[in-house]
């Protein structure tokens, strides 16, 4: 898909893999909504790019499908959606103090897995409207999801979050088989440990304990990375119903 003028909504555009992906579709000529939590920087973000910032709370099913429909009145229409926001914790099944609580188990799932679905599946149906961008493909619109390489690794702790996670990964052929009759594409990104506001305050010895394992290079992902793969997934139609790993060659031991 042509990335030039193509209306664009960035959920967790605000900072990290989000703010750089919104950026580099706005530097290529997209038009971008930025979508994020109302105490983010998404204002500032959006301003910098000329885009559109409308605050949300993924957690807010309902006010999601709100704030997503105001954006796509905003852009004129919708054919690329980018999801970067979720979260998640570190308890054992088993630990000292009893079983893992299904409270915060649920919680992450509904944020990551939940939120995430919630905004593909309302996505989709405002990219159906669209004309195909190319009538001999009949390209409609692009999702692209944020899945983790705890997805397939996770840590001692991470139970949870792997578990969110994996189901990010796991859905995107199944939607992608889905949504393909529409001409909408799907995939997921699994990045390894990247430099955002998660790990900013790590120190440079952590940071270099964390990635020793990666093939190379042996550092921290940068944001600007992970907006360049989510554009080479826009750019080329034959990426589809995947979950493509960003990870230096990384495989997390299980600490």
Known sequence: MEIKGKKTVVFGGAS??????AELLAARGAV???LDRPESAGAEVAA???GSFHPVDIMDFDGTE???ATAVDS??????SITTAGGGSVRRTLGNKG???LETFRRILDLNTVATFNINRLAAEHMSRNEPEDPDTGERGVIINTS????FEGQIGQVAYSA???AIAGMSLTMARDLGSFGIRVLAIAPSLFDTGATGKISEETRAALVRDAAFPQRLGRPEEYAKLALAIVDNPMLNGQCLRLDAGQRFGPR
Do not use: Q
């Open 16 to 21: 990290g893999m989000g703010r750089a992906s």
């Open 32 to 34: 971008v909504a930025v």
């Open 48 to 50: 910098a790019i000329g």
């Open 66 to 68: 709100r704030a997503l």
């Open 75 to 80: 852009l004129g229409g919708l054919h690329i």
């Open 99 to 101: 079983p893992h609580d």
């Open 148 to 151: 983790s390489i705890a997805a």
């Open 164 to 166: 969110a996670k994996a």
